[in-house]
C-alpha cells in the first residue's frame, strides 16, 4: 500500500520560487521511480519532471521548465522534491505526485498518485 501527499502548493509571484514536497508511505519508496505532472484548467495532464528509483537519482524535465525546476529525491525521508525557481504565471496547475515501476520516467503508466497540490503564480 503506497500513498503519497503533495505539499508545498501556493499563491506566488512571477519570478519567485517554491518548493513542492511528496511524502510517501511504506517501505519501498527508494525502488520507486517518481514524477511530478500537472495540469491546468482545460488542459491535460502533462509531466513536468522524473527521478529514477536508483542511487544518485537519474533525472529527466520537460522542456518548459528546463532550468528552472529541478527534481530530487531523499530516500532516507521517504520524500520527492520539486523546487520551483523563476516561476512564471503559465506554471499555474494543479501539481501531482506519481510513483511507480517505470521504464520512461514521462510516461503516464505510474501506479499510485497523490491528490494534488495547487501552485498559483501570479503577475
Known amino acids: 500500500q503506497v500513498q503519497l501527499v503533495e505539499s508545498g502548493g501556493g499563491l506566488v509571484q512571477a519570478g519567485g520560487s517554491l518548493r513542492l514536497s511528496c511524502a510517501v508511505s511504506?517501505?519501498?519508496?527508494?525502488?520507486?521511480?517518481m514524477g511530478w505532472f500537472r495540469q491546468a484548467p482545460g488542459k491535460e495532464r502533462e509531466f513536468v519532471a522524473g527521478i529514477s528509483s536508483w542511487s544518485g537519482g537519474t533525472t529527466y524535465a520537460t522542456d518548459s521548465v528546463k532550468g528552472r525546476f529541478t527534481i530530487s529525491r531523499d530516500n532516507a525521508k521517504n520524500t520527492v522534491y520539486l523546487q520551483m525557481n523563476s516561476l512564471k504565471v503559465e506554471d499555474t496547475a494543479a501539481y501531482y505526485c506519481?510513483?511507480?515501476?517505470?521504464?520512461?520516467?514521462?510516461?503516464?503508466?505510474?501506479?499510485?498518485w497523490g491528490q494534488g497540490t495547487q501552485v498559483t503564480v501570479s503577475s
Open positions: 511504506g517501505r519501498t519508496f527508494s525502488r520507486l521511480a
Open positions: 506519481a510513483a511507480g515501476y517505470v521504464e520512461r520516467l514521462e510516461s503516464g503508466e505510474y501506479a499510485y
